[in-house]
């Protein structure tokens, strides 16, 4: 079989890079909602929202999607989920296995893959390598974020002044994992204190990750362990069940405000 690829010069293909990543970047330059960070908490809440009709933002600084829920547990590639998280691993089409009475385990990049797939099909869109600088405050109200790309950090200190740029939301989710990277922006400027992650209890932690995912300042939705850190609860470690039912519940919080 003789294969022949289509005549594309260099050149067109450089245009058809920048060209349709501006006209995105120009069109989400303002949206409905901003999520910062693209984890499990991120991700699921991302799908959610764009499957409701929400347009949607992704932000994440790293040049992949998943945190955590990529690797799974110590570089092992295996995570776990207790039920009733299993039931978003049916919906996402992930194969898993029963290890004892409410505990399944499954394939973490298998996993991911599915949760990104789903969560593009929804309509969502991702910047990778964009990291967060700022908000954007109106009137005491979290509504949007300021952005730079990831790599500037990584510039000598005598040429980093890169000036960022704002992206404009009705409503931004904290999805940044421990970090709780937006809501230590407000805490920076005093509008908040938060208490900290708490030690590992990982039977107490889901639960009140789960019931404590909620708007933490106006226009702040926080979601996953960005809840551990603002509530100061107890830390999970590598079981992603809470973190997928956060980001549903994040999901139903937003859609919630929009409405109003």
């Given amino acids: 079989m003789t294969l022949k690829f289509a005549p594309v010069s260099e050149s067109q293909i450089t245009r058809a890079i920048v060209g349709e990543f501006a006209k995105e970047f120009e069109n989400y330059a ?3 909602v901003i999520i910062v960070g693209g984890g499990p ?41 207790r039920s009733p998280a299993e039931s978003i691993l049916d919906e ?23 949760l990104i797939a789903a969560t593009c099909d929804a309509g969502a869109k991702i910047l990778n390598m964009v990291a967060l600088d700022d908000v954007v405050l109106h009137n005491e109200k979290v509504s949007g974020v300021v952005v730079n790309w990831s790599a500037v950090s990584a510039l000598p200190k005598e040429i980093a ?39 590992m209890w990982v039977e107490r932690s889901e639960n009140l990750v789960v019931e404590h995912t909620s708007e933490f300042y106006p226009g702040l939705i926080v979601t996953g362990m960005a809840v551990s850190a603002a509530y100061g609860l107890p830390r999970m470690g590598p079981t992603f069940g809470a973190m997928l039912m956060s980001g549903k519940r994040a999901a139903e919080v937003t859609v919630e405000k929009l409405k109003r």
């Fill in 30 to 32: 303002e949206t409905d």
């Fill in 41 to 81: 908490s991120g991700l699921i809440a991302g799908k959610e929202l764009a499957s409701a009709g929400v347009e949607v933002l992704i932000i994440e600084r790293n040049n992949y999607l998943g945190g955590g829920f990529w690797l799974g547990g110590f570089l092992m590639n295996k995570l776990t989920v």
């Fill in 92 to 114: 996402l089409g992930v194969p898993y296995k029963k290890y004892n009475k409410g505990l399944y385990v499954a394939d973490a990049s298998h996993a991911c893959s599915k």
């Fill in 161 to 199: 002044c890169v000036d960022p740029v704002s992206l404009e939301s009705k409503l931004v989710i904290d999805a940044t994992g421990h970090d709780a990277s937006v809501v230590k922006k407000l805490e920076e400027r005093g509008l908040l204190k938060i208490k900290g992650q708490g030690a």
